[in-house]
């Protein structure tokens, strides 16, 4: 099994920044990616931005510019950072593994818990 334990989320006023992290734990050894997702309420999970490899990073656009997402191999940790925070970002914040060709949270739908993020306007 696979852990991820997000944290770093919080309430901010527009403009702002916030930096999440998520650990990743267990059955990890061919882990090769990491990556982000939100879910606003009323509306369906969606992709942030990942990271493959340690270098190869993707975003999505409403992101671009504003987020950078960054990996620690050595702690098997994955960083979000936020800046210009708008509060169309607030959301729930949930990371993902990917190990081999898998991304392990959208494999099995069980996102936990996740990481509020709070944006004042």
């Known amino acids: 099994q696979v852990q991820l334990v997000e944290s770093g989320g919080g309430l901010v006023q527009a403009g702002g920044s916030l930096r999440l992290s998520c650990v990743a734990s267990?059955?990890?050894?061919?882990?090769?990616?990491m990556g982000w997702h939100r879910q606003a309420p009323g509306k369906e999970r969606e992709f942030v931005a990942g990271?493959?490899?340690?270098?190869?990073?993707s975003y999505a656009d409403s992101v671009k510019g504003r987020f950078t997402i960054s990996t620690d191999n050595a702690k098997n940790t994955v960083y979000l950072q936020m800046n210009s925070l708008q509060p169309d970002d607030t959301a729930v914040y949930y990371c993902?593994?990917?190990?081999?060709?898998?991304?392990?949270?959208?494999?099995?739908?069980?996102w936990g818990q996740g990481t509020q993020v709070t944006v004042s306007s």
């Open positions: 990271i493959i490899g340690g270098r190869v990073t």
């Open positions: 267990g059955r990890i050894f061919s882990l090769n990616g």
């Open positions: 993902d593994a990917h190990l081999g060709s898998v991304w392990v949270r959208r494999h099995s739908d069980d």
